[in-house]
């Protein structure tokens, strides 16, 4: 697939973790604040201390540097899944993690939270069949294994669709992502359940856990 291609130039690929980073972390900035289409290529050189020519010289296109924000946060969404979901702990103790993880990574990486919750805006089609596949494919595989496995320890019932369960299971996910993320959710969550809610973490976690458990056990 398209999204499988390489998205940096060997030069990018030569520069200094840090400065790799740095450039990085101020591309998704811009894009998550002005979204794709308005995100200014030149802000983003400047911000990161880089020449606009430099930057052509790392990456061939504004779609590849926007492709490769998506990219870095897709390589942390994969490592906290596979930290968690072939473990030989519970179904409730793997949910517990996963919410927990949520809960740290969308306060550590807000800015990337944000620019997910801009990709319902960006008008190319091309470019939104390749976003889709590079952040939900490791989610739907890796969630769609965590249910067939609870089935086959008997904490699931039989008679749900795997698959099914994964996908409503990534929206509760994501919802909660934003929650923490984004101004419009955190104050959603705020009117739902108090002021204080973003203080409750544990509460939060365990009745996501109870939640779940309660509709899908046997």
Do not use: W
Not at 49 to 77: N, P, R
Not at 119 to 136: A, D, H, K, M
Not at 161 to 168: H, K, N, S, V
């Amino acid at each position: 697939m398209e999204s499988k291609r390489k998205l940096t130039k060997a030069t990018f690929d030569n520069l200094p973790d840090e400065k790799k980073l740095l450039i990085l972390k101020t591309a998704t900035n811009e894009f998550a604040i002005h979204g794709f289409d308005h995100a200014n290529i030149n802000t983003i050189a400047e911000k990161a201390g880089i020449s606009i020519g430099s930057l052509y010289k790392y990456f061939g296109s504004k779609q590849d540097l926007f492709l490769m924000t998506i990219h870095q946060g897709t390589e942390v969404l994969m490592h906290t899944l596979q930290a968690i979901v072939p473990s030989a702990k519970s179904f409730e103790d793997k949910c517990r993690d996963l919410i927990k993880a949520i809960q740290t990574t969308s306060r550590e990486q807000q800015q990337l939270i944000r620019l997910y919750s801009e990709l319902t805006g960006v008008g190319n089609s091309e470019l939104v069949q390749q976003l889709s596949y590079e952040i939900e494919a490791i989610s739907a595989s890796m969630y769609t294994a965590l249910i067939k496995n609870g089935q086959d320890t008997g904490e699931i019932r039989l008679d749900i669709e795997p698959a099914m369960a994964a996908f409503l299971l990534d929206n509760l996910f994501i919802s909660l992502q934003f929650s923490y993320a984004s101004e419009y959710y955190q104050q959603r969550f705020k009117i739902f359940l108090g002021s204080d809610i973003e203080k409750k973490d544990s509460f939060v976690c365990e009745q996501m856990v109870r939640f779940l458990s309660s509709a899908l056990k046997p």
